[in-house]
């Protein structure tokens, strides 16, 4: 008789998750039913930027015509706006605040307001899940450290850093559960919301936020094509095509509330790069978790490739 994969007896005996509520914002959509719009009509909602917006983001001349410079860039609106009296935010402390932790705490409240519960009256309690980038904000912030006058170093670790993610919403909506930022690039939002789905059965939090965030400043300014990188060449994404030739780095922000989903665990092959995802030897998958293996594509042919082994691998 041949003894079930690892995991497996775990997963059968785990109690179910409801998906109660969702919020996200992309490039070209502001809300998730756009997004889906946009998907099922294929819209492509990478800008293509001209000189004039090129050298406003501060990008001379010579550089944006140099061999491999992309003049393509997603673009989210509204990340200079944020309802600071609403958060408890002081003029200033929302000035020195990285748009994701803005976006990303708006964000949270939405989707508490999708799912239909105030979190001052829930009667248990709600953990935060999520992981964002690195700020770029800051960069930004000390290039124009004269007109700020004195920043308090602490002030500008936790208004910035990844570490404090999480911890600033559960601060701000007064939410009791476990405060838990994630951190593994690409897989970062599908990592915490495993980690939520774990804090869920396990008792620790009676409902449980999570989701990633990215958004660079200046938003408009393209990138350096190198060959062989994870990049696009000519500032197209084609996931799952013949034509993919990389990906493209995306403003994006989306954030569940109480998450469905299964926990894949991998282990073996070494990958040819540190960014390329490598099949595994083995792998525990539940039927919950099958569908979501196709769209971990990476629009790159190593990428690409090597989903199509995880997929074979699932029996997928």
């Not at 005996?13 to 109660?20: D, G, K």
């Not at 909506?173 to 405060?179: I, K, M, N």
């Not at 350096?224 to 403003?251: E, M, N, W």
Request: contains cysteine; charged residues 20%; hydrophobic residues 35%.
């Amino acid at each position: 008789m041949t003894a079930p994969p690892p995991g497996a007896r775990t997963a059968a005996r785990a109690e179910p998750i409801a998906i109660i509520g969702m919020r996200g914002r992309f490039p070209g959509a502001e809300d998730l039913d756009s997004f889906w719009q946009n998907l099922a009509e294929g819209v492509e909602s990478i800008s293509s930027l001209g000189p004039e917006e090129i050298r406003a983001a501060g990008v001379p001349d010579h550089i944006a015509r140099l061999p491999g410079y992309v003049n393509a860039s997603p673009l989210l609106g509204d990340v200079d706006r944020f309802d600071a009296g609403f958060f408890g935010f002081s003029a200033r402390d929302a000035s020195l605040t990285d748009p994701q932790h803005r976006l990303f705490m708006e964000t949270a409240w939405e989707a508490l307001e999708d799912a239909g519960y105030d979190p001052a009256a829930f009667p248990g309690s709600i953990g935060v899940f999520g992981g964002c980038e690195l700020s770029t904000y800051l960069y930004q912030l000390y290039q124009n450290i004269e007109a700020l006058g004195y920043i308090d170093g602490m002030q500008l670790m936790v208004t910035n850093d990844k570490d404090h993610l999480c911890t600033q919403v559960s601060y701000r909506l007064d939410l009791r559960g476990p405060s838990v930022c994630v951190q593994t690039t690409c897989s970062t939002s599908l990592v915490a919301v495993a980690l939520a789905c774990e804090s869920l059965q396990a008792g620790r939090c009676d409902m449980a936020l999570a989701g990633g965030v990215t958004v660079r400043v200046p938003q408009r300014g393209g990138y350096f094509y190198v060959a062989g990188s994870i990049l696009s060449p000519d500032g197209h994404c084609r996931p799952f095509d013949a034509k993919a030739q990389g990906t493209i780095c995306t403003c994006r922000k989306r954030l569940s509330s109480r998450f469905c989903c299964s926990f894949c665990c991998t282990e073996g092959l070494a990958s040819a790069a540190s960014t390329i995802p490598c099949a595994p030897t083995s792998c525990a998958i539940s039927s919950v978790c099958q569908p979501m293996l196709a769209p971990t594509s990476t629009a790159t042919p190593p990428g690409d490739k090597s989903a199509r082994k995880i997929s074979r691998s699932s029996g997928s």
